[in-house]
């Protein structure tokens, strides 16, 4: 099947662009102590997920725990839940997932951590926590190294949770613009984290993880980092909204749309806001990105003077963010060569529990 041939709007993944981006990833991580956790919520996809685990991921990192639940049921062995679960139905599920893989959660509240022992001591499981550490998100997290050290020491208390480290996500910083901003206050998430590691050693609380980082901000907390794990997820897919930061990644995913008018002067496609979400910025027509978009429910359009495309022509959108324009789409259509060699499930959209 050829990809002229997919109904629009449909989301397209260009697989060899996106083994690029992983073979740019390998590269920037050789020589730093720190390991791959890419994040799920930027393509819900287990296939994925299965593809960056053989290329050595160390686990992969999800928003929630429902996104859990997708990757321990396709056989993920190591996943972290890169936010806090306190609804108690929630935590009864999470405590059986715990005794399917490896699973951890994030924890920033005395009662939640009590709330876990209890479900996990039930259940007869593990659950690995990382208190999470605020470093500019200003969402959620403990501001302050007492405040870290009390949590800390009471999931060491508990029988059936084992402390594991420190989550410190700045962002806050993901797609901040200004390059040397952004490379400053990186620095100053990395002082601030080490600050931290030395308090809670120092007082007998060992951290064997501190875990983080986004596409924004990957390249500076590379070499000689404190973090241990490193959770970017957008690498993969790349989007209008990080490469206006200069994220050096290539553009792999699309939305594939038809010209159905060339009324009125405008080049009138069929992918609208129910296709390709609009929260950061607009999204780009590939080979038209100096064109701003005009965006409608059903429909997109760009409008200029001699523009050459006809009823029925395809034109590829680049999305404005890759992580919610995928949670718009039920199947991924992977490609080479501008055929179709899969079509695969989005297994994640709408989980957001």
């Known amino acids: 099947m050829h990809i002229e041939q997919i109904e629009t709007p449909a989301l397209i993944l260009d697989l060899d662009i996106m083994e690029r981006n992983m073979d740019a990833m390998d590269k920037l991580l050789e020589g730093s102590s720190a390991r791959l956790r890419p994040h799920y919520k930027s393509n819900k996809c287990t296939a994925i997920a299965h593809m960056q685990m ?12 429902s996104e859990a639940e997708d990757l321990v049921l396709a056989g993920i062995p190591d996943v972290l ?38 479900a996990a001591a039930l259940q007869n499981t593990i659950i690995h926590c990382l208190v999470e550490y605020d470093i500019g998100m200003n969402r959620c997290g403990v501001h302050t190294k007492e405040e870290f050290s009390a949590l800390a020491r009471q999931v060491m208390d508990c029988p059936n949770l084992v402390f594991d480290g420190i989550q410190a996500y700045a962002g806050n910083l993901a797609h901040q613009e200004d390059a040397v901003s952004r490379e400053r206050e990186s620095a100053g998430v990395e002082e601030k984290l080490i600050a931290l590691t030395i308090h809670l050693e120092g007082n007998g609380i060992p951290v064997k993880e501190v875990s983080g980082v986004s596409t924004g901000t990957l390249e500076f907390h590379v070499k000689d980092t404190v973090y241990t794990e490193l959770q970017p997820g957008s690498y993969l897919f790349m989007d209008a909204a990080y490469r206006a930061v200069g994220v050096s990644f290539e553009h792999s995913l699309f939305v594939l749309a038809s010209v159905v008018s060339r009324a009125g002067g405008g080049v009138i496609t069929d992918a609208g806001l129910k296709s390709v979400s609009v929260d950061q910025r607009s999204p780009r027509f590939m080979g038209y990105e100096e064109y701003d978009v005009d965006m409608s429910e059903e429909h997109c359009a760009i409008y200029g003077k001699d523009l050459p495309q006809k009823v029925g022509d395809r034109m590829f959108l680049i999305p404005s963010h890759c992580c919610t324009t995928v949670n718009l789409h039920d199947h991924i259509y992977f490609v080479r060569d501008g055929r179709v060699v899969d079509r695969v499930p989005v297994t994640g959209r709408g989980h957001s529990r």
């Not at 053989?54 to 725990?65: F, H, S, V």
């Not at 139905?89 to 209890?118: E, F, P, W």
């Open 81 to 118: 839940i890169a936010n806090q679960v306190t609804e108690l139905s929630k935590i009864a599920r999470l405590a059986y997932l715990a005794g399917c893989c490896r699973l951890t959660v994030c924890v920033d509240n005395s009662s939640n951590i009590n709330d876990l022992q209890k």
């Open 54 to 65: 053989a290329r050595g991921a160390k686990g992969i990192c999800c928003a929630k725990l």
